[in-house]
């Protein structure tokens, strides 16, 4: 610290110091003339704050004291005025102008002071503000408070000591404050009635009090320090992720994220991985579907007219989704998901940023639409993750019946048609109005499984098996070796969702044989998309 600051320190220890003895001439008592001599600065510093901008400096102040001062005798209760040798007194009182060295410890303090006050928690914060900004009184406001006076004035003389020690504190801020890192997420289940948990993590602040809060447990306070947030908007965002079982309180008062984030250094080293074992993995998958190809319609309910280039943007995910399922077992991976507040019940990893070469993100979406389920694969390549979008209830149900029962298009009612027609248009249908031909995979649900044991009594799936759960155990110790010991019991469910990154390898492994291609009009196509039927 300079020379000069040292100096204003000390001026404003000199200031405060006068302001100490007027309260002590004026309640004879040293721990009141404490109390009332804070209670004039921090009126003093809550006024600059609001924007006062006294022309003279000295009689402002002053005047202060004499409110303050008038306040501390009502409130205990004296009937009497003040006598006019007590006026004489306080105008009398000489109170030097601030010079400009002065005023610039005073705005650092008020800084300062702004600084602490962000911090306070609502207990202290609602109390403190109803006091010296609203005016009112302990009476009143233990009133509304539904507590003791004395607590209230417990409380006052704790906020004047907790503001005057932090404002000697070098306090620094985090660099989340004015660096804010990113996160990104991924979920496994039913989403809770409120959107969540997505409705909670779509915002830097609350992917940032996770961040801060993965590995060590943190206070608001720091919380707010490490992200340069006040303590109002702090206290709920901490209890929204909280509530939403996302953050947990793990002692009085501090909080610890409660799932697994992986950090950019396993996620690179996992990638890597998982490039060699896609050398291995991609040529048994896509000999696996030849074999099976020529068997693939007595699987179909309906759309056999679908090409087999088309198709295997469906299969080639499917199949990866089949392989991870096989090696839940034999690593005794739970094949239920954790009930979530709202309904919910879901589990969730985050992963930090990172830059790998390529992205291996895909997505696996499914609704429920009565008779008909439709699912869809989304895949992280231009163009290619929404295509021609998802269904909604009527137009999926709608399909199922066109395709379970054969109906013609002049059989079906004025809105069914024009219903259909929109469809043809967004590429669902095969834009022939006589015979209504769907553009993705229709499968019968009777045959899933007979069509399940043919895959997994093919030549190679025992072995593709094998690979994924050598690549399952090495991410198992990878994530394991750096994650918290109170999330172990999260570790075989994030290190399980890896493996459906190899929908992602497969896939471009297929484009670069030239086994698949990207469709022309992405915007109207529905590969990767399949409906199962009751």
């Not at 417990?154 to 004047?160: A, D, F, G, Q, S």
């Not at 006040?230 to 947990?248: C, H, I, N, Q, S």
């Amino acid at each position: 610290m300079t020379e000069l600051v040292t100096q204003l320190r000390i001026m404003q220890s000199d200031y405060l110091e006068m302001l100490y003895f007027f309260a002590l001439k004026k309640t004879g008592d040293k721990k009141e003339a404490e109390e009332l001599a804070q209670d004039i600065v921090t009126e003093a510093f809550f006024s600059l704050s609001r924007g006062s901008q006294p022309e003279q400096f000295g009689p402002w102040l002053w005047a202060i004291a004499r409110n303050r001062y008038a306040r501390w005798v009502d409130g205990r209760k004296r009937s009497t005025l003040m006598t006019a040798s007590d006026e004489m007194l306080i105008d009398t009182t000489v109170a030097p102008g601030l010079s400009v060295e002065g005023e610039l410890i005073w705005m650092e303090s008020l800084e300062l002071l702004k600084r602490e006050l962000s911090l306070l928690t609502a207990d202290y914060r609602n109390i403190t503000v109803a006091y010296y900004i609203h005016g009112c009184r302990i009476s009143e406001i233990a009133t509304k408070q539904g507590m003791p006076e004395g607590t209230i004035k417990r409380r006052l003389y704790e906020t004047r000591e907790h503001l005057r020690e932090g404002m000697e504190m070098a306090r620094e801020k985090g660099q989340r404050s004015y660096l804010a890192e990113n996160v990104h997420f991924g979920k496994s289940g039913m989403d809770g009635k409120n959107g969540s948990p997505w409705s909670l993590l779509q915002r830097l602040i609350p992917k940032n009090v996770l961040l801060a809060a993965y590995r060590n447990p943190l206070t608001m306070e720091e919380l707010c320090l490490d992200l340069g947030v006040a303590m109002p908007y702090m206290e709920e965002e901490v209890r929204l992720l909280t509530e939403g079982t996302l953050l947990k309180e793990v002692s009085k008062g501090k909080y610890e994220t409660d799932f697994i984030i992986v950090d950019k250094d396993m996620r690179l080293d996992i990638f890597q991985e998982m490039v060699e074992r896609n050398k291995q993995v991609s040529p048994l998958l896509l000999d696996l579907l030849d074999r099976l190809s020529p068997s693939l319609n007595l699987f179909l309910s309906y759309g056999k007219k679908m090409v087999l280039e088309d198709a295997y943007w469906t299969l080639i995910p499917l199949l990866v989704n089949f392989l991870a399922d096989e090696v839940k077992a034999p690593r005794a991976i739970p094949s239920q998901y954790t009930d979530r507040p709202h309904g919910g019940k879901w589990d969730i990893a985050g992963y930090e940023d990172c830059a790998l070469p390529l992205s291996v993100h895909s997505s696996h979406d499914g609704n429920n639409h009565g008779h008909a389920h439709m699912t869809m694969f989304k895949f992280s390549i231009d163009r290619l993750w929404d295509r021609a979008g998802e269904l909604s209830s009527y137009e999926a149900n709608l399909l199922g019946e066109v395709f379970l029962r054969k109906r013609k298009f002049d059989e079906l009612s004025d809105i069914q048609q024009r219903a259909i027609r929109n469809l043809m248009h967004r590429g669902f249908v095969h834009d022939n109005e006589t015979d209504l031909h769907p553009t993705f995979l229709v499968f019968a649900n009777s045959k899933a499984s007979e069509g399940l044991q043919l895959v997994k009594d093919s030549e190679g799936f025992g072995e593709l098996v094998s690979i994924m759960m050598e690549l399952y155990d090495f991410i198992h110790v990878r994530i394991g070796r750096n994650v918290p010991a109170r999330l172990n019991n999260q570790l075989k469910f994030v290190s399980h969702q890896f493996l459906f990154d190899m929908r992602m390898f497969a896939i471009r492994s297929a484009l670069e044989q030239d086994r698949i291609a990207i469709p022309a009009n992405p915007e109207k196509s529905t590969i990767g998309m399949y409906m199962m039927l009751a």
